[in-house]
């Protein structure tokens, strides 16, 4: 996942932000398009957009949706011819009024939008729409004779509420003992004879409290409900009473009020309720099962990333399934309905981009290619980038050029950069929270406490002569402790820094220690403030020119969308491919 992730961050050119024109044009609804319809008779033939006298080429469009989004495109249609075969096979149908009950209740739930006006934004039509319902209605009969049947239990409970753990959910400082005192008194009084019911509705704290702890008929591995829960239901006959029960809100007792094969009349419809919600959830996990089932059953061949190349053809199936073929155009149409505005801009904003840097003399060497490439090699190691390019069906040259583009971009605009003072700091941080899984409240106070003893000590010993980096190695639980507790060069806006530690040492003057410690995430900070942007010696100018490339770099990214908006403005732009 982590190399999926880093190589789509990578490869995806920055989208300019929302600035829609005051009149929206039938034949341009980009955010950047400040031209809408400017030149709409004027159509180019092969042209997805036109940048003054510039064609964005509709077959570069096609290329980066197919190589974008074919994969899982052609996985739906495979899914979807796979399953229609099967029902076919097995002579399951659907009828029409079964699709048509199922679009009443989706126009109703749409509403006050309509059916329409969602089937336009989501680029499906009515055929596609009832294709799609006639699927979902098939795919419990398809796995009908794996549906088993399920034990039921209604049930309530009695919840005592306590805190378990630091970072408690259950909104309550009682302690575990406590909670567990209460819980025996009720089991006492349950001895006694007192009614279950009776007694939730005066200890329940489970929400709604005027229910008598009613949960209402519970199944094995129902959703939303906890495991624990489950299990001591699960275990129950109609009318026991469970052991307490630890949940993440405190501790419950759990009474079984009946159970699907007994129970009374009056109950019938809730049983029958959660009977469907259970057979709905097992159709849930089975369904994608027979699904790949079905695939693997079937001899199934790609187009690859080699066929779908500049200049080449385009084959007339994406895949072939038994002899099946999934239609190209017909990928080709998805894949434009889904990505083809987008990528358009995308390739608008390239080109703008390019021409501005070439009409300012800005260009980007190869090292600085080679040094991002290097940078992600490392991010996603042990992985590769070979194994990250053939996921995402791109190339070396076509993450060297998005690459490109990316510094590209950030010189436009890093002249906007206003200077920020930088100060190299050192820290020591004493921690204040307890060890171990379990924190209470009291536990957590009096780390807090030793801390602060801790802390004081610290500066007792600063004031007798005792050198900061020193007493860092002794006693500090962050930075480089081997280099006294070295922080870096730290800037305005850093990432990955406290906010209350990073604002304590902009303010400071080189060679101040912070007079109070900071508290900070965790624990208590001393800083050291060694130089600053102003004054420093000749031996921290890498140093400080390091990470003034860094902050020129994040500060720019903001200005970016809008020199883009602005550099689009300027140019005659009409959009033939729109959402």
Same mark, same amino acid.
């Not at 934004?121 to 055929?127: E, G, K, Q, S």
């Given at each position: ?410 010189? *436009?605009? &890093?002249? #906007? ?9 050192? +820290? @020591?941080?004493?921690?204040? =929270?307890? !060890? ?111 990470? *003034?490339? &860094?902050? #020129? ?9 809008? +020199? @883009?908006?602005?550099?689009? =403005?300027? !140019? ?8």
């Amino acid at each position: 996942m982590a190399i999926l992730i880093a190589i789509r961050c990578m490869t995806c050119a920055i989208a300019a932000p929302a600035d829609p024109p005051s009149e929206a044009a039938p034949t341009a609804v980009f955010a950047t398009d400040a031209n809408a319809g400017a030149n709409v008779g004027e159509i180019v033939p092969g042209a997805a957009a036109m940048v003054d006298d510039h064609i964005i080429p509709m077959e570069d469009v096609v290329l980066t949706c197919l190589r974008k989004d074919r994969s899982y495109v052609v996985d739906q249609m495979i899914q979807s011819y796979v399953l229609d075969r099967e029902c076919e096979k097995r002579g399951i149908t659907v009828s029409e009024a079964e699709i048509d009950n199922r679009i009443a209740e989706l126009r109703t739930n749409l509403a006050p939008a309509t059916l329409e006006e969602t089937l336009k934004l989501h680029h499906m039509t009515p055929a596609e729409l009832r294709h799609t319902f006639r699927q979902s209605l098939a795919r419990p009969l398809l796995v009908a004779d794996q549906v088993k049947p399920a034990r039921m239990i209604r049930c309530r409970e009695i919840l005592v509420k306590c805190s378990l753990e630091e970072a408690s959910v259950s909104g309550t400082t009682r302690t575990e003992a406590a909670a567990l005192a209460i819980v025996k008194e009720i089991q006492n009084q349950l001895k006694q004879g007192k009614h279950f019911e009776d007694l939730a509705a005066q200890y329940s704290e489970s929400v709604p409290a005027d229910k008598q702890g009613d949960l209402g008929v519970l199944y094995g591995n129902m959703l939303g409900m906890e495991a624990s829960i489950l299990t001591a239901a699960m275990a129950l006959d109609k009318g026991k009473i469970s052991q307490p029960v630890q949940t993440t809100e405190g501790y419950r007792l759990i009474q079984g009020i009946s159970t699907d094969s007994d129970h009374p009349q009056t109950e019938d419809s809730l049983y029958e309720d959660a009977g469907k919600a259970c057979r709905d959830l097992q159709v849930m996990f089975l369904s994608p099962k027979i699904i790949t089932d079905l695939i693997d059953r079937s001899k199934i061949t790609f187009v690859t990333d080699e066929e779908i190349a500049p200049g080449k053809p385009l084959p007339a199936a994406a895949a072939v399934v038994d002899g099946h073929p999934i239609a190209m155009k017909d990928v080709i149409a998805k894949c434009l309905a889904e990505s083809g505005p987008k990528t358009v801009d995308i390739l608008v904003q390239n080109y703008v981009v390019d021409r501005e840097c070439r009409r300012r003399g800005i260009t980007v060497s190869e090292a600085e290619i080679d040094q991002r490439v290097s940078k992600l090699r490392d991010q996603i190691a042990p992985h590769t980038i070979e194994e990250g390019l053939a996921s995402h069906h791109t190339t070396m040259a076509g993450l060297r050029r998005d690459f490109q583009q990316e510094i590209e971009r950030t010189k *436009l605009v &890093v002249d #906007q950069v206003k200077p920020t003072k930088m100060m190299h700091a050192r +820290a @020591i941080f004493v921690e204040a =929270k307890p !060890s171990g899984m379990f924190k209470p409240v009291s536990a957590t106070m009096g780390a807090d406490v030793e801390a602060k003893k801790l802390i004081a000590d610290i500066q007792d010993q600063l004031k007798t002569g005792k050198s900061f980096g020193e007493l860092t190695r002794q006693y500090s639980k962050t930075g480089d402790k081997s280099k006294g507790g070295d922080l870096g060069v730290l800037y305005e806006g850093m990432h990955d820094m406290d906010t209350a530690v990073l604002n304590a040492a902009l303010a400071m003057k080189e060679g101040d220690i912070s007079p109070a410690p900071i508290k900070a995430y965790g624990g208590y900070v001393l800083l050291q403030a060694i130089s600053t942007s102003d004054s420093h010696a000749s031996g921290e100018d890498a140093a400080y020119a390091e990470a *003034l490339a &860094v902050c #020129q770099n994040q500060k720019a990214q903001p200005l970016i969308p809008q +020199a @883009i908006v602005n550099l689009i =403005k300027k !140019s005659k732009v009409v959009y033939y491919v729109h959402s």
